[in-house]
């Protein structure tokens, strides 16, 4: 396995097919966004690569000594292969020495989704990251934190969103009450 910075048409196109398709709308910046971070410096965008085909890819954020994974995912015909739990090893390795983390949906039991939701949070946990404490609404979404050698509060995760992404973004985050199942 390989994660190699995304570049040229046919990577691009994939990821984008990828992202669309992984991820759900309320869950989605414009992937124009992502491509103009990108060009930015502030989005690293990660093209996994697996015996010489596309396996999936993850985009992060990176800022003051902090990474966010902002996105990862497999590519359908390649999950339960190994494959995420590669990227992310690949991940961790990359940005040793910072404070990695992502944001997964808030687990509770009356989600339409609960079951898969365990399950994200399990294979995280698996991978190593623990939770963080910190629970937000992210543009609309219930959202909890997990990470790698990372510890912030509530307060330092959106001001990470506001100097390494947008003063907007920023305010579309509020805080979330930790009843959480």
């Known amino acids: 396995m390989k994660l190699i910075q995304a570049k040229g048409p046919v990577a691009w196109l994939q990821i984008y097919w990828l992202y669309r398709n992984a991820f759900p709308a309320g869950e989605r910046k414009p992937f124009?966004?992502?491509?103009?971070?990108?060009?930015?410096?502030?989005?690293?965008?990660?093209?996994?690569?697996?015996?010489?085909?596309f396996a999936g890819f993850a985009a992060t954020i990176n800022g003051n000594g902090r990474i966010l994974i902002d996105y990862l995912a497999v590519d359908k015909k390649k999950r339960c292969q190994g494959?995420?739990?590669?990227?992310?090893?690949l991940l961790r390795t990359r940005y040793e020495g910072m404070g990695v983390f992502l944001e997964i949906e808030r687990v509770c039991a009356d989600a339409p989704?609960?079951?898969?939701r365990i399950r994200r949070k399990q294979f995280y946990l698996a991978a190593g990251m623990q939770?963080?404490?910190?629970?937000?609404?992210?543009?609309?979404?219930?959202?909890?934190?997990?990470?790698?050698n990372c510890t912030m509060d509530f307060e330092e995760y959106r001001a990470f969103y506001r100097d390494s992404y947008?003063?907007?973004?920023?305010?579309?985050?509020?805080?979330?009450?930790?009843?959480?199942i």
């Open 32 to 53: 124009s966004i992502i491509r103009k971070m990108q060009k930015m410096g502030r989005t690293d965008v990660w093209y996994a690569k697996k015996e010489g085909g």
């Open 166 to 180: 947008s003063e907007f973004a920023a305010n579309h985050i509020k805080p979330l009450e930790q009843d959480i």
């Open 83 to 89: 494959i995420g739990t590669e990227i992310l090893k």
């Open 113 to 116: 989704n609960a079951a898969e």
């Open 131 to 148: 939770e963080m404490h910190v629970f937000a609404r992210v543009f609309g979404v219930e959202m909890e934190l997990l990470g790698w």
